[in-house]
């Protein structure tokens, strides 16, 4: 199973980012699917996930201004940021779970400054 992460990049304070992570290498889909991230010198963190029927968990930090969401064929997770702040500059890391095993993706950076 490989995971595909994209979308980070260099933004303004206040502005918006869409990640995508892409599943494959099986015939099953994942059942939880979520974002995580790494700021320097701190422990990665969970952003948001998301379960194979669309049920949704945030981070407090990130409530309100990020949305997490998976496409129709359950491969694709997205996570739309909302009104960054510098705090949200990290690396951001996606997962898939099937059953109790846990993948990752390899992390897009995300940058947040003027």
């Known amino acids: 199973v490989q995971l595909q992460a994209s979308g980070g990049g260099l933004v303004q304070p206040g502005g918006s980012l869409k990640l995508s992570c892409v599943v494959s290498g099986s015939a099953f889909r994942p059942n939880d699917m979520g974002w995580y991230r790494q700021a320097p010198g701190k422990q990665r963190e969970f952003v948001a996930d998301i379960s194979y029927g669309g049920r949704t968990n945030y981070a407090e930090s990130v409530k309100g201004r990020f949305i997490i969401s998976r496409d129709n064929a359950k491969t694709t997770v997205y996570l739309q940021m909302n009104s960054l702040k510098p705090e949200d500059t990290a690396v951001y890391y996606c997962?898939?779970?099937?059953?109790?095993?846990?993948?990752w993706g390899q992390g897009t950076q995300v940058t947040v400054s003027s």
């Open positions: 997962d898939a779970q099937y059953g109790n095993i846990e993948y």
